[in-house]
């Protein structure tokens, strides 16, 4: 019914970059809130940030500054810029949407996750 793809993990040393992407398919009349959660071995899951359809953007303390959440609503996508990079953001990257069905209810979904390894 709704399906959240992400791409763009990998590895990359401490100080690059890397974007992120989820675009969402299926049937639906729009997405609420979307955005990025992450999972760290040993750690629970975590938001990282998120992002209304109207443009009204959350990041967690340690990401601020540093990263940067972008939505095209037509596409029904959404982006994370990640910029310098640290060890501590490894993890698993998850894609989360708030969606508003077609009868109008609103159903959580979640991606399937994509890694992210910052190493030297």
């Known amino acids: 019914q709704v399906q959240l793809v992400e791409s763009g993990g990998g590895m990359v040393q401490p100080g690059g970059s890397l974007s992120l992407s989820c675009a969402a398919s299926?049937?639906?009349?729009?997405?609420?809130?979307m955005g990025w959660y992450r999972q760290a071995p040993g750690n629970q899951r975590e938001l990282v940030a998120t992002?209304?359809?109207?443009?009204?953007?959350v990041y967690a303390a340690s990401v601020k500054g540093r990263f940067t959440i972008s939505r095209d609503n037509a596409k029904n996508t959404i982006f994370l810029q990640m910029d310098s990079l640290k060890p501590e953001d490894t993890a698993v990257y998850y894609c989360?949407?708030?969606?508003?069905?077609?009868?109008?209810?609103?159903?959580?979904?979640w991606g399937q996750g994509t890694q992210v390894t910052v190493s030297s």
């Open positions: 989360y949407a708030d969606v508003v069905r077609v009868w109008g209810a609103r159903q959580g979904y």
């Open positions: 992002a209304t359809s109207a443009g009204n953007t």
């Open positions: 299926g049937t639906f009349n729009g997405i609420n809130a």
